[in-house]
Nanobody, 123 residues
């Protein structure tokens, strides 16, 4: 049974930074493309960023380009999302996802999902 456990969320002022972590248990991270999604109250879940199995291909939604960075450490079985210059509109529950490819992850067709971590950005 593969489990994804997110951490690192919290309350931060606008302009601040947070780093989210997603630890993978039950399998090796290198076998999966990974992604981060978020869902704000009353809004649909959106894909924020994905990273390929090797880490060579990364995707970012337009609203976070230049501010967020996704990375992976296969040796630690952990994926990260470094979030800088945070804005109030980044407030959401952030979810980690694992799947067969970056494309399938981005389309929401992930095999596994984490429980989510709350990120709140105050103005």
């Amino acid at each position: 049974q593969v489990q994804l456990v997110e951490s690192g969320g919290g309350l931060v002022q606008a302009g601040g930074s947070l780093r989210l972590s997603c630890a993978v248990a039950g399998d090796t991270l290198s076998g999966y493309a990974m992604g981060w999604f978020r869902q704000a109250p009353g809004k649909e879940r959106e894909c924020v960023s994905t990273i390929s199995r090797s880490g060579g291909i990364r995707y970012y939604t337009d609203s976070v380009k230049g501010r967020f960075t996704i990375s992976r450490d296969n040796a630690k079985n952990t994926v990260y999302l470094q979030m800088n210059s945070l804005r109030p509109e980044d407030t959401a529950v952030y979810y980690c996802a694992a799947g067969g490819s970056g494309t399938t992850v981005r389309m929401g067709r992930s095999d596994y999902w984490g429980q989510g971590t709350q990120v709140t950005v105050s103005s």
